[in-house]
C-alpha cells in the first residue's frame, strides 16, 4: 500500500437488527450517550488513515433527519466527507452499493460493521499493515467453546448433536476488514453475477481465489447482536469513556489499551448496575400558565411570533415543564420546583430548556428515555407550524432521537379559561426504562 493512495471506510448500516429485538435499527439505538452508529463511525474516522467514509442505511433513514444529522455532526467533527446512501437488503448489498460512491482517487477501502463501536485503532492498523502486503486482510479471534455439529432446527423440537468440530485452524471473524478497492469491487461484481450470496466480504475474496490474511482480532470487538450485548457495549464504552484513574480522556480513536505507569479504573458498580434487569417506569406531567402581554411566548425552546406570552418565574415554557415533571415523576425524584424552586433568582427568566438538559444530566444517569408523548392545548396563537422544531429542541436538550418525542396540539374549543385563550397548558406521558436500580 503506498502512504499516498486514499484509504476510505465503508459501513454497512442498513440492517433492521431483528435479533435485537427493538422497535429501531439497533444502529440508532443510544449507549452511553451516542448511537451505536456514531461511536462506531466515529472512530472510524477519526483514523489518520482513513480520509472519507459512506454509510449505508436503511431505505428512508438516509434523508430523516437523525441521520442527517449524525452525517453533518461526523463529517464537521473530524473535518473529513462523509457519505449517505440507501443500503440494500443484505449486507453484501449494502457493501456493494457504498462501494458506488467512493471517489475515483479511492485505493483501499476498510469496511466495518456498524454495530461493532468497541474496535480499537490498534485492530484497524494491523488490519491495514497486513492489507499492504497481501491486498486482503481480515481479523479474528480464536475459537475457545467447544462446537458442535447439530442437526436442523424443527419448531418444538429439540436439536441433536451429530459429531463435535475441532478447533485447531478455526476463528471466528470479526470487523474492520481490509480491501485493495479494485479487487473488492470485482469480487462483489462476480458474487452478483452468478448470485452468490456470503456473510461477510473476505468470504467473496476467498470464493474466487484471493489470498486473504489474518490479524489478532479483539475479544472485547463485540458485535451488538442481541438485547443483552447493549448493557455490554454499554458498559464497555462508558469504562472507555472514564478514562484512566489519572483522569486523562481518551479520544474516539484512541487506543483505550492502558499506558505504561498507569492502571485502568475497574467499575465494577457501574458493570453490576448495567447487567441488572432494567425496570420499565411511567411517569406523567402537566403545568398552566396565563398569557399576559409584554412577556415572550416559548413552548420546547421555540419562541413563537405572538403578541403576548406565558407568566412565570422562569420562560414560564409549560411544555418543559410538563416533560420534566413525566421525567421526574417516572423516577420519584420530586417535580421541577422543587428542583428550582420559583422563587429563587438564579432563575428568574431562565430557559426552561436548559433547565430540562440539567435535570437529564442527572436523571440520565440511572435511565433511558423510551418515548415521550407531549399534548398542548391552547386557543390561540396556531402551534402546528412549530411542532417540529419543538420536538427537535426537546430531542436534543435529553440526547434522544427525535423520533422519540411526539408532540401534539388541540384546541379546548373555546370551553373555559383556555378556551377563551387566557392560558397554554401542557400534558406529558414519559415512558423510561431504569438501568438496573435497586
Request: hydrophobic share 40%.
Amino acid at each position: 500500500m503506498n502512504m499516498l493512495e486514499s484509504v476510505w471506510a465503508v459501513v454497512p448500516a442498513a440492517g433492521r437488527g431483528v435479533r435485537a429485538g427493538g422497535d429501531i435499527p439497533k444502529q440508532f439505538v443510544e449507549i452511553a450517550g451516542k448511537t451505536i452508529l456514531e461511536w462506531t463511525a466515529s472512530k472510524l474516522i477519526s483514523l489518520p488513515e482513513v480520509s472519507g467514509a459512506v454509510i449505508a442505511l436503511p431505505h428512508g433513514h438516509e434523508t430523516c433527519d437523525l441521520t442527517n444529522g449524525i452525517v453533518r455532526s461526523l463529517a464537521l467533527q473530524h473535518g473529513k466527507p462523509v457519505l449517505a446512501v440507501t443500503g440494500g437488503p443484505t449486507r453484501q448489498e449494502s457493501v456493494g452499493l457504498a462501494l458506488q460512491e467512493l471517489p475515483p482517487d479511492v485505493s483501499w477501502v476498510v469496511v466495518h460493521d456498524a454495530s461493532r463501536p468497541l474496535f480499537s485503532r490498534e485492530l484497524a492498523l494491523r488490519a491495514i499493515q497486513a492489507a499492504r502486503q497481501h491486498s486482503a486482510a481480515i481479523c479474528g479471534i480464536a475459537v475457545t467453546d467447544t462446537v458442535k455439529a447439530v442437526t436442523p432446527p424443527r419448531q418444538g423440537e429439540l436439536r441433536f448433536v451429530h459429531g463435535t468440530l475441532s478447533r485447531d485452524g478455526t476463528i471466528m471473524v470479526q470487523t474492520p476488514q481490509v480491501f485493495r478497492l479494485s479487487l473488492l469491487k470485482q469480487c462483489h461484481e462476480m458474487a452478483r453475477r452468478d448470485g452468490f450470496t456470503g456473510t461477510d466480504d473476505g468470504q467473496l475474496l476467498e470464493r474466487y481465489g484471493h489470498r486473504v490474511a489474518v490479524v489478532e482480532g479483539e475479544r472485547t470487538n463485540v458485535k451488538v447482536t442481541f438485547p443483552e450485548d447493549f448493557a455490554l457495549a454499554s458498559a464497555l464504552l462508558q469504562n472507555q469513556m472514564d478514562g484512566l484513574e489519572t483522569g486523562a480522556e481518551v479520544s474516539p480513536g484512541e487506543s483505550n489499551r492502558p499506558r505504561p505507569g498507569y492502571r485502568r479504573k475497574v467499575r465494577t458498580r457501574r458493570l453490576k448496575r448495567l447487567y441488572q434487569a432494567s425496570v420499565p417506569v411511567t411517569g406523567f406531567g402537566f403545568d398552566v400558565h396565563p398569557l399576559v402581554d409584554g412577556r415572550k411566548c416559548i413552548l420546547g425552546g421555540v419562541e413563537l411570533p405572538w403578541s403576548r406570552g406565558l407568566s412565570g418565574h422562569s420562560d414560564a415554557d409549560v411544555l418543559c415543564h410538563a416533560v420534566a415533571d413525566a421525567i421526574l415523576g417516572a423516577l420519584a425524584m420530586g417535580d421541577i420546583g422543587k428542583w428550582f424552586p420559583p422563587g429563587d433568582p438564579r432563575f428568574r427568566d431562565a430557559r426552561s430548556l436548559g433547565l430540562l438538559s440539567d435535570i437529564w444530566s442527572v436523571a440520565g444517569e440511572s435511565s433511558e428515555i423510551l418515548h415521550l408523548d407531549c399534548t398542548l392545548v391552547a386557543q390561540e396563537p396556531r402551534l402546528s407550524p412549530y411542532i417540529e422544531y419543538m420536538r427537535y429542541n426537546i430531542s436534543q436538550a435529553l440526547s434522544i432521537p427525535v423520533d422519540r418525542v411526539s408532540i401534539k396540539a388541540t384546541s379546548p374549543e373555546g370551553l373555559g379559561s383556555l378556551g377563551q385563550g387566557q392560558g397554554i397548558a401542557a400534558f406529558c406521558v414519559a415512558t423510561l426504562i431504569t438501568k438496573g436500580r435497586g
